[in-house]
């Protein structure tokens, strides 16, 4: 019969032992199981994809709106000041976080926008930079149709040139709890 490795030590061994490592505190099993853990962790991924997914569904290729033609680009929603889109113009709302969509194709550049806007609805960051750049015009048409559709987008308005000027588009962002800090 198989001797338990308990069983075999003799108690000066134990002894020894016993004065070799000193006083000891027994360690605690925690309370949480790992199984536990790991389906939290799957349910916050998923909570996190429907949001980028929801942010994703309001951005149509189909949708065109009837945005200004002539002068720089710029919009107020529904229902918001039309001084918000001046104040932007003029500066006085400076942007927390840049995008720059350098070199993405169209539908990543969606994504990367989708992403930044819900990143400023997570942070409290009411004004964001999104540098477009002019090249073929294609995101530079593109950009402020999605926009436009996005609910929590109140006004946006071409960049001054330290921004990025007329490749650029300062947007600000609705928050629903009135934190603007202004700089």
Same mark, same amino acid.
Request: glycine letters at 6%; one cysteine or more; proline letters at 4%.
């Given at each position: 019969?198989?001797?338990?490795?308990?069983?075999?030590?003799?108690?000066?061994?134990?002894?020894?032992?016993?004065?070799?490592?000193?006083?000891?505190? #027994?360690?605690?099993?925690?309370?949480?199981?790992?199984?536990?853990?790991?389906?939290?962790?799957?349910?916050?991924?998923?909570?996190?994809?429907?949001?980028?997914?929801?942010?994703?569904?309001?951005?149509?290729?189909?949708?065109? #709106?009837?945005?200004?033609?002539?002068?720089?680009?710029?919009?107020?929603?529904?229902?918001?000041?039309?001084?918000?889109?001046?104040?932007?113009?003029?500066?006085?709302?400076?942007?927390?976080? !840049?995008?720059?969509?350098?070199?993405?194709?169209?539908?990543?550049?969606?994504?990367? !926008?989708?992403?930044?806007?819900?990143? /400023? !609805?997570?942070?409290?960051?009411? /004004?964001? /930079?999104?540098?477009?750049? !002019?090249?073929?015009?294609?995101?530079?048409?593109?950009?402020?149709?999605?926009?436009?559709?996005?609910?929590?987008?109140?006004?946006?308005?071409?960049?001054?040139?330290?921004?990025?000027?007329?490749?650029?588009?300062?947007?600000?962002?609705?928050?629903?709890?009135?934190?603007?800090?202004?700089?």
């Amino acid at each position: 019969m198989a001797m338990k490795f308990k069983d075999a030590l003799n108690e000066n061994e134990k002894n020894i032992f016993k004065e070799a490592i000193g006083k000891v505190k #027994p360690i605690k099993q925690d309370t949480i199981h790992p199984q536990t853990l790991v389906s939290k962790k799957k349910s916050i991924q998923q909570k996190q994809k429907k949001e980028f997914e929801k942010q994703q569904f309001f951005f149509s290729d189909e949708f065109e #709106p009837n945005l200004e033609t002539k002068g720089p680009m710029k919009y107020v929603k529904e229902g918001v000041d039309a001084f918000e889109a001046k104040l932007l113009r003029r500066g006085e709302y400076t942007p927390e976080l !840049i995008l720059d969509l350098h070199g993405l194709k169209q539908q990543e550049s969606k994504q990367e !926008i989708a992403a930044l806007l819900a990143a /400023c !609805i997570k942070q409290h960051v009411n /004004c964001a /930079c999104i540098i477009h750049g !002019i090249g073929n015009r294609v995101l530079k048409t593109k950009v402020p149709h999605w926009l436009v559709q996005h609910p929590d987008v109140m006004a946006f308005h071409q960049a001054p040139l330290e921004y990025g000027g007329d490749g650029a588009l300062l947007v600000l962002i609705d928050l629903k709890d009135d934190l603007f800090c202004k700089s």
